[in-house]
């Protein structure tokens, strides 16, 4: 299956993030915050302008960025979870 955000939204998969603390306690899946860093699985064609132009996304599928905590709409495809969201929700990208 394929899917293809419209306009200027991005399809994420959240990273997994460890389990254990650096200090070795393990942290339950209850307790675990969802972690704020994701993998860009596909993006829109961009976000419209008021000339009636495209303006492209700064970002590509395969990058990996750092978005808000409250941001976008979670959504299940093929059984695998992903969020949907805007471009401007995303803060960073994390460069290697």
Do not use: C
Request: cysteine-free; proline content about 6%; overall charge negative.
């Amino acid at each position: 299956m394929e899917i293809r955000p419209l306009y200027d939204k991005v399809l994420i998969k959240r990273l997994d993030v460890s389990e254990t603390t650096e200090g070795g306690i393990i942290i339950p899946d209850t307790a675990a915050e969802k972690p704020q860093q994701a993998e860009v699985v596909a993006v829109g064609k961009g976000r419209p302008i008021e000339n009636g132009e495209i303006l492209p996304l700064d970002v590509k599928p395969g990058d990996r960025v750092i978005f808000g905590k409250y941001g976008g709409n979670e959504v299940s495809l093929g059984g695998e979870d992903y969020m949907i969201i805007a471009e401007h929700e995303i803060l960073a990208v994390i460069e290697d």
